[in-house]
C-alpha cells in the first residue's frame, strides 16, 4: 500500500519502479517512475536541502554571532536549529539516494 497526499500518475497495468522505505508493512515511497508513462516524482529533496541549509546558517548566526552575547535562551535555540538542520538535510539525503536507484533501475 502506498500513501501520498498527492496521488502519483499511476493507473492499473502500469509497469512502476518504486524506491522508499517499508515501516510495518507499509512503503513510504520516496521516488517513484512510472514507465508506462514516463512521468516521475518524489518527496522533495531539494526544498529539504535548502530548508536544512537555511537552518545552518541560522545556527552558525545564532551560536557565534549571538550566543557570546546572548542568554541561554539563544544557546538553546541554535542548538534546536542544528538538530532540524541535521533531519532536513538526512531526510533530503534519503530521498536523494531513492530518485537515484529509480533512476538506474529504469
Known amino acids: 500500500m502506498m ?3 498527492q496521488p502519483p500518475v499511476i493507473q492499473e497495468g502500469n509497469e512502476v519502479i518504486v524506491s ?3 515501516d510495518n508493512g507499509r512503503l513510504t515511497a520516496y521516488a517513484y517512475k512510472n514507465i508506462t508513462t514516463s512521468s516521475e516524482g518524489n518527496k522533495g529533496y531539494i526544498k529539504r536541502f535548502i530548508a536544512g ?9 545564532l551560536w557565534f554571532i549571538l550566543a557570546p552575547d546572548a542568554g541561554d ?3 538553546i535555540a541554535s542548538i534546536l536549529f ?3 538542520a541535521v533531519y532536513f538535510i538526512y531526510r533530503g539525503n534519503k530521498i ?3 530518485v537515484k536507484n529509480v533512476a538506474s533501475t529504469a
Do not use: D
Not at 541549509?53 to 548566526?61: K, S
Open 96 to 98: 536523494l539516494q531513492a
Open 73 to 75: 535562551i539563544v544557546k
Open 3 to 5: 500513501v501520498n497526499k
Open 20 to 22: 522508499g522505505n517499508i
Open 53 to 61: 541549509g537555511f537552518l545552518l546558517l541560522l545556527w552558525y548566526y
Open 82 to 84: 542544528f538538530g532540524f
